[in-house]
């Protein structure tokens, strides 16, 4: 096992929540407008030339915002990803905290939007902190996969999977690509998409315990430093939230049915804890694939028992 019980269970968790946070967000768009110019006045994704358009433009932006993060990864301008980030956290958190006000029957929900999101995407990026990094994370993906599913159908859906599984095993297994832009992001961008929770062993949690009454609990910057304590990481990258979001929120609109939409997140979720189970520690995986599969046979079973049923 990669991570011990209690981690497995607390990311399994997370990952769980953020997929019905985002079912329930992307219900709501699929009834009201998105907000802040996301929406679209008709189904984009019905067109004839839709397809082949997405595709084109999906793959060329893909590469071109790999080269842009490698460039800018050269030339050391973390801050400009920081900017970036912090831009795209307040409109993904903005829409999806839009429709509980909308729900909520609150005035300007959208502006509300975001003012809050405004306020966690500054805490998320020029802030350090696991807890309000985790809870912003909850509301990212959600309005993301909103905004995707709006124009995306479930044949582009299952090519973009088997697509970005690909390009995950490549990234991940051969090229060492994931990793390094990972250990960027949370080395010198400061900011990391996705789940992300800091744990250590007994020996660094007793001298963490002991700095801590030494220093009244306010450890210097500098003492944690020069202690060279090794702090460990378990991490689910934010891609693999994300599309598994959007696998659901797809088979949503397309089914109409949120039962289905269920099954799908059921079978994801079980294909994420086989590949927590089964994996070893200090090796990275590819996520994509075992979450493409287990979304697959998801897909496969629900549109089967609609049929039936």
Same mark, same amino acid.
């Given at each position: *096992?990669?991570?011990?019980?209690? =981690?497995?269970?607390? =990311?399994?968790? *997370? %990952?769980?929540?953020?997929?019905?946070?985002?079912?329930?967000?992307?219900?709501?768009?699929?009834?009201?407008?998105?907000?802040?110019?996301?929406?679209?006045?008709?189904?984009?994704?019905?067109?004839? $030339?839709?397809?082949?358009?997405?595709?084109? $433009? %999906?793959?060329?932006?893909?590469?071109? @915002?790999?080269?842009?993060?490698?460039?800018?990864? #050269?030339?050391?301008?973390?801050?400009? !990803?920081?900017?970036?980030?912090?831009?795209?956290?307040?409109?993904?958190?903005?829409?999806?905290?839009? @429709?509980?006000?909308?729900?909520?029957?609150?005035?300007?929900?959208?502006?509300?939007?975001?003012?809050?999101?405004?306020?966690?995407?500054?805490?998320?990026?020029? #802030?350090?902190?696991?807890?309000?990094?985790?809870?912003?994370?909850?509301?990212?993906?959600?309005? &993301? /996969?909103?905004?995707?599913?709006?124009?995306?159908?479930?044949?582009?859906? &299952?090519?973009?999977?088997?697509?970005? $599984?690909?390009?995950?095993?490549?990234?991940?297994?051969?090229?060492?690509?994931?990793?390094?832009? @990972?250990?960027?992001?949370?080395?010198?961008?400061?900011?990391?998409?996705?789940?992300?929770?800091?744990?250590?062993?007994? #020996?660094?949690?007793?001298?963490?315990?002991?700095?801590?009454? +030494?220093?009244?609990?306010?450890?210097? $910057?500098?003492?944690? +430093?020069?202690?060279?304590?090794?702090?460990?990481?378990?991490?689910?990258?934010?891609?693999? &939230?994300?599309?598994?979001?959007?696998? @659901?929120?797809?088979?949503?609109?397309?089914?109409?049915?949120?039962?289905? /939409?269920?099954?799908?997140?059921?079978?994801?979720?079980?294909?994420?804890?086989?590949?927590?189970?089964?994996?070893? #520690? +200090? +090796?990275?995986?590819? /996520?994509?694939?075992? =979450?493409?599969?287990?979304?697959?046979?998801? !897909?496969?079973?629900?549109?089967?028992?609609?049929?039936?049923?």
């Amino acid at each position: *096992m990669k991570y011990n019980t209690r =981690l497995t269970l607390l =990311l399994l968790g *997370m %990952f769980v929540l953020v997929q019905l946070i985002s079912l329930y967000i992307v219900g709501f768009y699929l009834e009201n407008p998105i907000p802040y110019g996301f929406n679209h006045t008709q189904d984009i994704s019905e067109q004839p $030339s839709f397809t082949i358009n997405f595709l084109a $433009s %999906f793959l060329s932006s893909f590469i071109i @915002a790999v080269l842009l993060i490698f460039f800018l990864m #050269k030339l050391k301008y973390a801050w400009f !990803m920081r900017i970036w980030f912090f831009i795209v956290v307040i409109f993904a958190i903005g829409t999806s905290l839009n @429709a509980f006000f909308v729900k909520a029957g609150w005035i300007y929900p959208s502006i509300l939007g975001l003012v809050f999101g405004t306020l966690l995407s500054y805490f998320k990026v020029f #802030k350090r902190n696991p807890l309000m990094h985790n809870f912003s994370e909850l509301l990212i993906y959600p309005g &993301i /996969a909103a905004i995707f599913v709006s124009i995306l159908n479930l044949p582009i859906t &299952i090519i973009l999977l088997i697509a970005i $599984s690909i390009y995950d095993i490549w990234a991940v297994w051969h090229s060492g690509v994931m990793q390094k832009m @990972a250990k960027y992001q949370i080395n010198k961008v400061g900011v990391f998409s996705g789940f992300l929770i800091p744990y250590a062993n007994k #020996k660094v949690k007793q001298k963490i315990k002991a700095l801590r009454l +030494k220093y009244n609990n306010k450890i210097p $910057s500098k003492v944690i +430093k020069n202690s060279k304590l090794k702090i460990n990481l378990a991490i689910l990258g934010g891609g693999d &939230i994300a599309f598994s979001a959007i696998a @659901a929120g797809v088979f949503l609109k397309t089914t109409g049915n949120i039962y289905g /939409a269920l099954i799908v997140t059921l079978f994801t979720t079980l294909a994420l804890t086989y590949l927590f189970i089964f994996s070893e #520690k +200090k +090796k990275f995986y590819p /996520a994509m694939p075992y =979450l493409t599969t287990g979304m697959f046979i998801g !897909m496969l079973i629900a549109w089967l028992l609609l049929k039936i049923i």
